[in-house]
Every structure is written in C-alpha cells, then in structure tokens.
C-alpha cells in the first residue's frame, strides 16, 4: 500500500463541551486548560473547547483554549442564531485555527415539541446559522441535532443546503443513543449518495451511549465513509455518555486489518495519561474494566492466562500496555531513589513542573516514601494533584483528631488555619467522616450540600494511598470537585472535604458566576 492511499480520520474530542455536560461534572477553567493541553499532546485534531453563549466561564475556558493550546483547531458550540454564533465567534477569536459548531434539531418529535417550527422553517434557520458562522471562519461544522431519529429525506435536502451555504463538516448525532450499528451505518452510506455536495463535506460521527453502542456505532460510521469521529476521553459524556477515544482509536489501530487505509493523528502512548487526567479532574473514576484504560484492561488472573502470557503474550493479549503509555506504570520509587530519578519520572508522566511545584512534590514524596515502601506512577499523579495543583488554601487543615468504635459515637475534633486565624470545633456524627465534615462546617462556617463522596485505594498493599474526591454544591446550585490523599483514609476524607471548600471560595472570591448548563 502507498503512503498516499493512507486516510485520516479526524479525532473531534468533545471532553470539554458534550463530556462536560455529564451529570455532576464540575471542571473548573484552569483545569479545562490543562486537558486542553494534554488533549493537544495527545494529538486529537479538533478540541471542541466549550458552549460559550451557555456561561461566562465557558466563554472564557474556550477563549483561553483558542489563545493558549497550539496544534489542534479550537472550536466553540452555537445554537442556530445570531448570539450563540457570535459569542462563539468572539470566544474563538484569538486561536489560529477555528471551528464554529452550530447545530439545530431535524426529527419530527424535537421540531413539534422542542422547537415548535416547521422542517421548513428548521432548514432556513440552519442555512442562515452556517453563512452567520461563515462570516467569523471558513471551518463550520453543522449538526442536525437528533438526526438519527430524524426523516432521511429530510436530512438529505438540510444537508445539501448548508453545503451549499458553507458547511464544511456534516455531523451525524445519535443524539438519544437509540440506533444499532448496522443502522448508524447505513445512514451515512446514504448520506453520501444522497447528499448534494457531500464530497466537498466531511462526514462526521457523534454517538451516544445509551444502548452501550457508541463506539461501536462510530466505527460502523467509520467503515461506511465518515472521516471525523467525536468522542470524549474515558467516554464521559451526557447520560450514560459519549463514544470513547480511547476505544475508537485503539480499535482501527489495532484492526488494520478491517481499517486497511486508516489512520489517526493519536499519540496512543498519551492515552493512559489523558485518561487519568481526566478522571482525576472530573472526579469520575474509571470502572476497573473498562476497556483500554481501566485498572484490569491488561491484567492477567487466572492461572491459565498468566501461563499462555508467559509463552507467547499474544495468546491473551491484543494490544500491550506500552502502547497507551503503561510502559512505566511498574516502576518503582522508593526513598533512595533520589531527586533526580523523582523529577525524571515525572517527566516521563507528562508533568512539566515548575522548580517550587518539584519542591513541593519532592518532599511530599519523601514525607510519602517514610509511611510507604514503594512508590507507583499512580502515587506520583495522586501527591501532584493532591498537593501541587491545589487551589489557594483559604483554609488549610491542621490538625484532626477522630474517635470511633464499636458501641461509641463517633466524634471529631479539628482545627484549621484561616490565614492569621486558627478556627477550632469539634462535632458526632453517625460515622468518623460525618464527624469530620461535621467539625469542617462548623468550623469554617461553611455548610455546602455534599452531593457525592467516593475513595480508591491509588495502588494496592495495605500502605496504599487512599484518594477521596467529594463532590458539593453551593447555595446556588453550581458544583465544585475536591480531593485529599492519605495513607490514612479519615485524613484524606477530611482534606477532600476542605479541598472543596477551598475551591468554592475561590470561586466566589473570583466573582466566576458559572451556572449548571441548562441550555442544551
Ligand atoms: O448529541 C448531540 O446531538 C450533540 C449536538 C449538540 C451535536 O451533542
Ligand atoms: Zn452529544
């Protein structure tokens, strides 16, 4: 095969926009930039950076990532209507290359109750958003929201015109997660002959996964012409979310086979890092088997496997570990490592530290190797983003003390420093966490909803780090992520807690209004 018969097909991430709409997501602007970052590294083409007209804070994470992330083009969400399009137009103006996303619903059942217009009026509305976007870039992408459930002729004819009013992608969303991958693919077959124009368009996918069929749906899109896929990392997304990335791209990597001609733009040795970065930022931890990025993906257990591995590891094994960039995961720190070895890993792991953040991360880990023998890869994420890429410490936790037991009520003492002030309480609770968080409120004065609470051991062994994340909602409703890291787990349940205080403060210190999205 020549080099020239090769195809691309285009990675549209998603993450920060439709990934970010999943329930109880709440990434702060900072922390959208650093997946942006780390999503550019990857190697993705399209970041779409966020929904601008939805929220201040979304226009200004997706003005930032149009002004800061190099590589990919940076593109921005808009209904089909002149404000949506030009705050999007506004929010992209810095980036070097842009997209404006506009989309509008074309099945029968959002026209009629959702919008309440008539296909004709729909198709004018689609048509005037695309020459609206055109005027801010060449790049439009259009999207008939729904179109899976949506008439084919009708797609057809809504198609043809905004090519001819300057769409230069067509995105297919199974918006509802509904079609099966037969289906999905069909329609895009027939899109490509019924489509006026389309040769001059790129197909694109964008399915979800309420029926468990969007990664497979988009490679069906994928076999029958689509050449852009769009997808999050870990498959994080609306409901029970989007296609996978990491799914997508491993899959027409490793079936060239059936993906001959194909190929994507993807470092795949920077899945594993963009896939913890995401989980630990969102919040959302990766089901152990989930497929190429969960905890058991390349676990070998039972006698037979590990015998068959160590004959021929294509017996059980698709894919290696190295080629997500697990190659490292096994190594192992330890208190003599020294700081040289500490600070080439974490180069390795993807981090560019600055000197003080090494500082801070080198002797956390030192403080770290005394409680514990050996130090994994997954450690070294948890104390950087336990410690290094904490938010300004309003209040920073000093002191805790818990007792609990069988037959006693279990009590909390703490003690917090507030800048020059040192805040004291102590409170019961049914258990030692709700002790704490008792103490917590009562001492910082903050009573915020505490909507989730999960903790994970960070590797194994009984000296393992154990992570908190909790997830609380302010007054207003809008919510904010935090995480504590301990070998003791009270410990790292108490500093989640204040780590997410911290970070509400911050927030209404920064005067940042972002409320929950409720505009799509
Ligand atoms: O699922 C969907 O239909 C969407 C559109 C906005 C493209 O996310
Ligand atoms: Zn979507």
Redesign the pocket.
């Known amino acids: 095969m020549t080099k020239d018969s090769i195809e691309k097909v285009l990675i549209f991430d998603?993450t920060l926009?439709?990934g970010e709409?999943s329930p109880g997501a709440a990434l702060s602007i900072s922390e959208k930039l650093e997946i942006a970052h780390q999503l550019a590294k990857l190697g993705v083409d399209i970041i779409e950076a966020g929904?601008p007209i939805s929220s201040p804070a979304q226009f200004e994470a997706t003005r930032l990532c149009a002004e800061q992330v190099q590589g990919p083009v940076i593109c921005a969400?808009a209904r089909a209507n002149e404000k949506d399009i030009s705050a999007a137009g506004k929010a992209l103006q810095a980036a070097s290359r842009r997209r404006i996303?506009t989309?509008i619903?074309t099945s029968p059942i959002h026209m009629e109750y959702k919008l309440r217009k008539k296909p004709d009026q729909v198709l004018k509305m689609a048509v005037e958003a695309v020459k609206m976007a055109r005027q801010f870039t060449d790049d439009v992408e259009f999207?008939p929201?729904?179109?899976c459930r949506s008439e084919l002729e009708f797609l057809y004819e809504i198609l043809s015109a905004v090519i001819e009013a300057g769409a230069t992608t067509l995105?297919i969303?199974?918006?509802?997660g509904y079609v099966l991958p037969y289906e999905y693919g069909q329609i895009i077959a027939k899109l490509k002959q019924n489509v006026k124009g389309i040769e001059r368009a790129v197909i694109s996918t964008?399915c979800?996964n309420d029926l468990g069929m969007a990664t497979a749906n988009s490679l069906a899109g994928v076999r029958n012409g689509a050449r852009q896929v769009?997808c999050t990392i870990n498959g994080i997304?609306?409901r029970a979310g989007?296609a996978a990335m990491e799914e997508i791209v491993m899959a027409i990597h490793t079936r060239q086979d059936f993906f001959a001609n194909l190929t994507t733009g993807i470092d795949t040795r920077q899945i594993y890092r963009t896939s913890q970065l995401v989980s630990q930022l969102t919040g959302f931890v990766i089901q152990p088997n989930k497929a190429i990025v969960g905890k058991n993906a390349f676990a070998h257990e039972s006698g037979i496997h590990v015998d068959g591995i160590l004959k021929k590891r294509e017996t059980y094994e698709i894919m290696t570990p190295q080629m997500i960039g697990l190659e490292g995961s096994r190594v192992v720190l330890g208190r003599h490592s020294g700081r040289h070895a500490f600070v080439d890993r974490c180069r390795q792991l993807g981090y560019n530290l600055s000197e003080n953040e090494v500082e801070i991360a080198y002797q956390k880990f030192l403080e770290l190797a005394d409680r514990k023998k050996e130090i994994f890869d997954e450690d070294i994420a948890a104390i950087i983003s336990d410690e290094v890429r904490a938010v300004e410490q309003t209040y920073q936790l000093e002191y805790l003390l818990v007792a609990c037991g069988t037959g006693t009520i279990p009590t909390a003492s703490v003690r917090i420093r507030a800048g020059q002030e040192t805040l004291q309480a102590a409170a019961c609770g049914d258990g030692p966490v709700d002790a704490a968080y008792e103490a917590i409120r009562q001492a910082t004065g903050k009573a915020p909803k505490l909507d989730s609470y999960s903790i994970r051991a960070v590797t194994e062994g009984k000296d393992a780090l154990g992570e908190t994340t909790v997830r609380i909602q302010n007054e207003n409703g809008r919510r904010f992520i935090g995480r504590g890291v301990s070998t003791d787990i009270i410990e790292a349940s108490a500093k989640a807690y204040v780590d997410a205080i911290n970070r509400m403060v911050a927030a209404e210190h920064n005067g940042s209004t972002d409320q929950p999205k409720a505009v799509?």
Do not use: K
């Open positions: 998603t926009r439709d709409q929904f969400l996303h989309f619903a999207s929201e729904d179109a995105n969303p199974d918006t509802v964008h979800h769009e997304g609306e989007n799509l």
